[in-house]
């Protein structure tokens, strides 16, 4: 395959002559070829005008029809891992096995979502029959379900060149939920983001489905962003990134003549409170389980562990100062991108200069986009005044906060904002003992995990990946991982009194899908 | 019962003080006693610092609990129905039956979201079970659901005293869901207001809920519905009423530093497609049946038929001057308030001074806070030309758009903007050819409605009253009619490798409340 530094706008390549970038090798410290074209307003225009004519036909596509795309999608991820895998490693530094696994991911949540669009269940699909004879009125015949919102704008992320970015989970689950999608690339990555994208617009006329089921545009700015969001045709938008850029792009949604929703994923601190018990039990065990955690990807995750919680303790100072060990040991790895490697060490400056906070361990590095881990700690009473140790710091960075005992820890827990997780590790014991700080962390984060780590994220149907404010942008209301993602590209439509003829086929009477279906107040997978 | 005319803080009674302001019988055109007073700012302060204090008790209610007090408030609203029915005529105008018939349907939504909250099904509780042996990586437990958001502001209605205000379906759905609630109660009935806010705190007081379960908010202003959304302890906001006024409080939500959702429902034009076989059908039975819906209530409802969508023909030209014969006889009524006579009175005047929109009907009214039908025509060309006429005119008047053909009506209906209802009249023989305007509408509609009229709500599990924009506020994902108004106060949340002591009893192994659950990729009522 060829990267040619261009957008694609459906089944067309974009035209040179926009601002130009390129892609950044952060390991070997140099500008990758080719040079990357921005769209212009007119492609723009050209692709979001695409993606809004073939809305109707997506919302019409059966679950059969749109499986049958994401798996020639994933299939064709798969059979180009290696020259994928090849140009993400040169773009982002990661390592040659995380990018193939991250491929491999990445096709199978395509899967995954293709296989939901055919079961179809989650439509919430429900009947209620008439009753012609009812008193005072008669009751109607309604049918309700859930249905393609229309044309869905994806900001691909930083972190995950693949399952996070152009055929990553927002665009599979926006197929997947009946919609076209335009991906805004990454500019950290945008050979693997082109290469992706060759291979759907491949997909999309193999199918023979309209040029405007997808288009990948890049920029070398914000520009075409902020378009993409403002523009009357598009109906939602998914993001993965950062606080700052997400809340940007909610408000302007919010602001619009017509206000759509965004899903921005934002990252968080994901608290990890570590209770006497499990130190008693397992101190060894969670140095390493903690510092595999904290450092996978230098750190580089949403769900990367920012806030260690304790009471002080021998035992805690002695876990903190075996960690501390572990991670100043820690050897360096290049950050994603220049910018990210600034802003680490931005962060992590600025944070040392705060009163009553401590360095605890400071790894070396010395490449020029390298970073390392960097912890600090500061007491409850000094975590509780000062805001802006509740922010993240994107990379290899956390703040160990000492408590007193455990109600200045739940102190603590009740002063955290949303997070996309919060963990506990307790002892056999005591576990049992913590419905009050379980019920205090349900109400701050989207996944609650006990006696684990944050990151890993499973791909599944029970899994949640958002969380309040300002882990998300939706009140914590939607997931971007795991299957329930796709109710984010739907509205609810009922219809009235409507034949078989004129009934989308999950409602029709004999029920031709075999949904699970709500029929006058039952569940059942027979017609009516 | 005894109107005070004080707000209702917890369950306490407010403090005189504050701006005062009066209800008005706007029939017999005079103030009702008593006089209302405002919460002041620390009355508000105090009922949202009880919610807070009030919201993790109701997150831990059961189902079971949470019916045991909503049936208790329905049958409170039924056994006081006169009661309430003879303040609700004085203060609306409206008639004694429909006040009555509105208080049964209101208690019959209350039980049948309390039902709904026992059987539990909603929540879309998930468990994935562990595989400690998978390869790379062992498979942790995750089992995730729906939680109450918490604390919830609802915004009551003008037009309905009962259904849609102090115990309406907002309140019902959010105390359903497991969320305490705090109304601010619509100026235009408060005393019918303070009768079931006094009724919602006595069964709060009954079932020895905690006091912040519930309190009632009076403002002569707009001052404390502002402060209320805008307070960081209040999680979500239900609003039923006038588009600038819910897009108002959906942009203060936007705006706060954590963003909350609005769900406002904002009213809508509710367009009505006749085709040439329907008027060849049903001519006459077509004049009264939309001559009902457009007069029901004297037009004061949110689907009530703003847009009336013809070819035009002999046929056509027939049933409209049959049609406006007979809203030109239509007696006069009086208004919900003078308000919204005022603003009935503008619409009408300004839509009269058009270019190429003609007065077609126009009923006698005299009383000050009397109205009457006022109906309009325009051609199509002059309809998608000027867009003003989108704009929906509360009350009992409509406009006729003619086309030149059906090609023409799919382009009016290609332009609509977002409306809870969009209705299609067609012959037997033509509907099956409707399928393209049929997806048209479904993408501009919450409900289509076929051979019917769009006013009459059913509540019940399939119906939907919401829609894109600006019909209401969140892009049509919600409905505030029927059993699903539940799920707009909730929010995900998963517990990964939590043992059942730690979990609530809808996600533990044995399945105690025996609710519909995805286990492993498949629906089950058994354990795990």
Redesign the interface.
Known sequence: MNIRGLSLIGSKVGAPGGAKFQAFDPAAGKSLDPVFQSASAAELEQAVRLADAA??AW??LSGAERNRFLRLVADKLDQHAAELAARAVAETGLALARCTGEIARTSGQLRLYGEAAVRG?WL?A???TALPDRKP?P??D???LL?P??PVVVFGSSNFPFAYSVAGGDTASAFAAGCPVIVKAHPAHPGAGELVGQLIAEAVRECGLPEGSFSLLFDAGFGAGQALVQHPMV??VGFTGSLAGGRKL??LA??RP????VYAEMGSINPVFILPGALAERSAAMVDGLHASATLGMGQFCTNPGLIVLQRSPAAEEFVRALAAKLTATPEAAMLTPGIRKNYATGTAARTQQPGVKVIAEAKSTAACGAAPVWFEASAATFLGTPGLSAEIFGPSSLVVWCRDGAEMLEVARHL??SLTATLQAGAVE??A??GL???L??K????????YPT?V?V?????H?G???AA???????SVGT?ALNRW??????????D??LPAELQNTNPLGL?R?VN?D?TRTGV
């Open positions: 809305a109707p919302a019409k269940d919430d429900r009947i209620e009125l009751k109607p309604h049918r309700s249905r919102i229309g109906k939602a909610a408000d919010a602001a017509e206000p759509i929703p904002e949303g576990a049992a913590q419905g379980v019920d205090v349900a109400a984060a989207g996944r609650l995990v006990l006696n684990g890993g499973e599944s149907h029970a899994m949640v958002g309040p404010y300002p942008s939706d009140g914590g209301r939607s997931t329930r739907v509205r609810l439509v009922c219809y009235q009194n409507f034949p003829t004129l699970l709500l107040g569940f």
